[in-house]
């Protein structure tokens, strides 16, 4: 199930402890911040990135999840050989995965990961889970689940065949190859690799462009284009006429409208 929306606008403040969160010009960056183990997911970095994406929501125009050293998420923090044959997997994704997965996708303003390093396994499918990903090329993503006798989770058996393809998608779960950025760029698994030196302004400038831009329109982008998946085209035509009636009631499409006739950048106010 979904977050319920009060219970989300209720939650108190959190002393962040595995990431940091930050916001300026209408972006909230959050970063995960366990280096020593290449911010693999543990409990509390779940809770506490589920927790960050439902303030983000509320109070930033555009998101952006990085990573802190080398990797942007190594996956789940198996721990020893002790705790990680004692998981129970199924509970953990559940009780801890679905809700951060749900936060992140079903967040109200658009959402960039920006993965600086490794991505693997879960922390690949959290990298998928965003709306737009842009990767350095030096970056690399795996779903590496089968070589520990698993199956892709965190959402990635959902994302991989709609981003991928279903042959791409299969190969990739059987395989467990790492996938460069730039194949993944190339497969149309992610938006956009870009040279290591460029990365950070890149993303930034991307985020700036998000934060700056409808607010409105961009929250009903995602709503229509994820459920192109499940509808026939007459449904579809549906979904859009609704949506864009909704987009045509906010301020943004009249100040759009009003720049586009005065040949000037519009001035969007996020309503």
Known sequence: MAPERDEAQEAGPMDYETIRFETAGGVALITLSRPDVMNALDTQMRAEITHAMQVAGREARAVVMTGEGRAFCSGQDLGNRETAANLDVERILRDEYEPMLRAIVECPVPTIAAVNGAAAGAGANLALAHDVVIATESAFFMQAFSRIGLIPDAGGTWALP???????????????DRISARQADDWGMIWEAVPDAEFEAVWKARADYLAQGPTEAFARIKTALRSAFENDLSDQLGVEARLQGECGKTRDFKEGVVAFLEKRPAHFEGR
């Open 162 to 176: 709609r981003q991928m393809g279903l042959a791409k998608a299969m190969g990739a779960a059987l395989f467990a």
